[in-house]
């Protein structure tokens, strides 16, 4: 079946370290996403990506790295550098095209400093 | 203005009952918009499109309005398991197709 895939669903960071979250697709869509939801908060956009080797930054992207080295994998990493990095971490896909937005979710994942 | 507007809520409603979300964008040139469904700490997953002749699945219905710049949901004879977040989605202002959320309309149906 296609879909896409979040891992972990659960992430534990400790103070001034980095963490990698996983987003993996095989629905073929050239556009991925990462967002931030804070409770009782909208998504947030941090980064996205519309073809390989190419990504842009989004409304926070500050703390934040992705790399897109293949169409399927659009990984996250939190550096220390973000202050407040506990929040549900939402990876989507979607066809990338003129009025076309239809998003694709992964299951999430939680992040919590401890 | 906000690209996406909406009201957080919560609509708190009985079985049976009625209720009725707008969603405002800023964006007059969007053409396809979409409402998502999120339950508690669960992804967003699709529930409607909404084109320019609106939409009706079921008890749903999906309206836009272009001179208002606003789409609406509509839930007939609401249910328990309708209790989520309800959230719309429009293309951003700028020639970008990057999908941008509003925060979302919380719905409880209770007995």
């Known amino acids: 079946d296609g879909g896409i895939t979040q891992s972990p669903k659960y992430l534990f960071r400790k103070e001034g370290q980095n963490v990698t979250l996983s987003c993996e697709q095989n629905l073929n869509h050239d556009a991925m996403y990462w967002y931030r939801q804070d409770p009782g908060q909208g998504l947030r956009l941090i980064y996205y990506?519309?073809?390989?080797?190419?990504?842009q930054k989004g409304d926070i992207a500050e703390g934040y790295s992705v790399s897109r080295e293949k169409k399927e994998s659009f990984p996250l990493t939190v550096t220390s550098a973000q202050k407040n990095p506990t929040a549900f971490y939402l990876c989507a896909s979607s066809i990338f095209g003129q009025g076309n937005t239809e998003a694709f979710f992964g299951q999430g994942t939680r992040l919590t400093v401890v | 203005r906000k690209e996406v507007e909406q009201d957080p809520g919560p609509f708190n409603v009985p079985e049976g009952a009625t209720v009725a979300f707008n969603c405002t964008y800023s964006?007059?040139?969007?053409?396809?918009f979409f409402w998502y469904r999120q339950d508690c700490r669960k992804e967003p997953k699709l529930l409607m499109s909404?084109?320019?002749s609106g939409n009706e699945d079921g008890r749903f219905t999906a309206q836009l309005n272009r001179a208002s710049q606003y789409i609406s949901l509509l839930i007939r004879d609401s249910k328990l398991s309708d209790s989520a977040t309800y959230l719309c989605?429009?293309?951003?202002?700028?020639?970008?197709?990057?999908?941008?959320f509003g925060r979302g309309t919380s719905l409880i149906v209770h007995p």
């Open positions: 990506s519309q073809i390989v080797n190419d990504f």
């Open positions: 909404v084109y320019s």
């Open positions: 989605v429009v293309p951003p202002s700028g020639g970008s197709y990057i999908p941008t």
């Open positions: 964006n007059s040139a969007s053409q396809s």
